[in-house]
């Protein structure tokens, strides 16, 4: 019985050691990579050891499936319906990370009912038991669901590129956030810039805007560079980090992934991830 006893605390504590941290990927535009971004970051946090599912959060144009080669046996409409569970449609990518497909035309998170959502989410906050980092790829914008599912998260990266207007939407996303108060770190990942100089010039036009007037530091979480490997990597369907592992965006994407890792002190939770999105459309 005492064996009993002490082999049950060993558990409870084991059980309060695990955090899952979970990293919002979201952009205030599309066009800016943010999929692609999502996608090599999962397999290189996978690859430096972590246990990491990534979920197609896009429930209206959801697109990781097609950025890689694999067969997809079912996808989040199908959950919702009762016709297949989390497990029988998530799909292994290379380095072990755990894919849950996305739905394309799927109705906005706000729109299901509270029967669908808290199914939805029952399924997925099975994730948090079994993954170290769970990385959310959410639609573009600042709608409903993409501020519910990034104000939840431990990290949100917010993925632009230098053009103007994806930099005015990438403030528009911090400042949303800000105001849904968001509590953990907001970082600023400049996609396709020219080179080193340019992207830190739009980092530090965004920061300190929302430094002045919203009051809220964004974090540098670095760059990656204007790659035309990476256009090659997704016309064969491929992980541009796997078929072009030395190339200059590879590098730069694991310069990204080496700066989460490390990462500092995970944001306190008295509940889940996914109960908390829920949360929010309560």
Do not use: W
Request: hydrophobic share 50%; glycine share 10%; with cysteine.
């Amino acid at each position: 019985m005492v064996v009993e006893d002490q082999a049950g605390r060993l558990r409870r504590l084991m059980q309060e050691a695990h955090r899952t941290r979970t990293i919002a990927v979201t952009s205030g535009k599309g066009g800016v990579g943010k999929s692609n971004v999502a996608l090599n970051l999962s397999i290189l946090l996978s690859a430096a050891g972590n246990r990491v599912a990534l979920v197609d959060a896009d429930l209206g144009l959801a697109n990781i499936d097609v950025l890689v080669d694999v067969e997809v046996r079912g996808n989040l409409s199908h959950v919702l319906a009762g016709l297949k569970s989390l497990e029988e449609i998530i799909v292994e990518l290379p380095s072990g990370v755990q894919l849950v497909p996305g739905a394309n035309g799927l109705a906005r998170l706000a729109r299901l009912s509270d029967f669908q959502r808290a199914h939805l989410m029952r399924e997925l906050t099975a994730l948090e038991a079994d993954n170290d980092i769970i990385v959310i790829d959410t639609a573009a914008g600042i709608g409903p669901d993409v501020v519910a599912l990034a104000a939840a998260a431990d990290t949100v990266l917010v993925v632009t590129s230098p053009e103007p207007p994806a930099l005015t939407d990438s403030y528009a996303v911090v400042k949303i956030l800000a105001r849904a108060g968001h509590a953990g770190q907001i970082s600023l990942l400049v996609n396709m810039a020219t080179g080193r100089q340019e992207a830190r010039a739009t980092y530090g036009r965004l920061a300190g805007v929302a430094r002045q007037f919203l009051g809220r530091a964004v974090y540098d979480a670095g760059y990656v560079l204007a790659d035309p490997k990476v256009g090659e990597a997704v016309r064969k369907r491929q992980p541009v980090v796997l078929a072009y592992a030395s190339c200059p965006a590879s590098r730069c994407l694991a310069a990204l992934a080496t700066k989460l890792s490390a990462g500092g002190p995970l944001v306190g939770r008295k509940e889940g991830f996914f109960r908390a999105v829920a949360n929010r459309f309560s």
